[in-house]
């Protein structure tokens, strides 16, 4: 399998479920990605992990928990959600990150619903 | 980050048609993406351009990264109904901290048979 991938595909979950989102690339990048689309909305940057540590956490409340276990898998763990925070999360990676990681290379979402 | 101004914010063409849609920013940028993404799908790279003047084509689609640096444009020419979705330019600028791309608001194509 090529590219970026992302598991599940579509998500429902109460808001008082614990679930997690998994990303894994298989391009040999060494940076990983948490981006958020709402509608209407520009893409929101929520995590960044270069070489497995986390270098950039834009605000997000603690009810998402990133991890990078390696360069290939990215996590998102979900607790306790609110119903804004029905979206569609998108995974990213890059060769290099910062002004050296530009190119980035999305996966193809997992669409989240909080009830 | 900064907002990049994409235009125009939605098209709606018939098939055979040709499309151009640009996006400038504020700034002296050193990279211009341009992806395409479909109704809960997420973006797809169709043009990466690292080079002031760059031109570079991928089937029917031709990107153009400005001389000035601080715009790019994606034409796509002879359309066809698949090439419905929303197209996003994405960039780079050299006084940019952090990791974050800079996205313009899209441009949402719409293509009649």
């Known amino acids: 399998e090529t590219g970026v991938t992302q598991t599940p595909r579509h998500l429902v979950m109460g808001m008082t479920n614990k679930k997690s989102l998994k990303c894994e690339q298989h391009?040999?990048?060494?940076?990983m990605y948490w981006y958020k689309q709402s509608a209407k909305k520009p893409l929101e940057l929520m995590f960044v992990?270069?070489?497995?540590?986390?270098?950039e956490n834009n605000s997000v409340p603690s009810r998402f928990s990133p991890e990078c276990p390696n360069s290939s898998h990215l996590f998102l763990h979900l607790h306790t959600l609110q119903p804004e925070d029905s979206a569609l999360y998108l995974c990213?990676?890059?060769?290099?990150?910062?002004?050296?990681?530009?190119?980035?290379?999305f996966g193809p979402g997992t669409r989240l619903t909080v009830l | 980050g900064q907002q990049l101004n994409q235009s125009p914010q939605s098209m709606f063409i018939q098939e055979g048609e040709d499309v151009s849609m640009n996006c400038t920013s504020s700034?002296?940028?050193?990279?211009w993406l341009w992806y395409k993404q479909d109704p809960g799908e997420g973006p797809v790279l169709l043009i990466a351009?690292?080079?002031?003047?760059e031109l570079t084509s991928n089937g029917s689609l031709t990107a153009q990264f400005g001389i000035t640096r601080k715009d790019s444009f994606l034409n796509i020419s002879a359309s066809i109904p698949s090439d419905v979705g929303i197209y996003f330019c994405?960039?780079?600028?050299?006084?940019?901290?952090?990791?974050?791309?800079?996205f313009g608001k899209g441009t949402s194509l719409l293509v009649t048979p």
């Open positions: 990213a990676s890059s060769q290099g990150a910062g002004q050296g990681g530009n190119t980035q290379y």
């Open positions: 391009l040999g990048h060494n940076a």
């Open positions: 992990y270069s070489l497995e540590e986390r270098v």
């Open positions: 700034s002296i940028f050193n990279t």
């Open positions: 351009l690292y080079k002031a003047g």
């Open positions: 994405a960039g780079r600028s050299n006084i940019d901290s952090g990791y974050a791309l800079n």
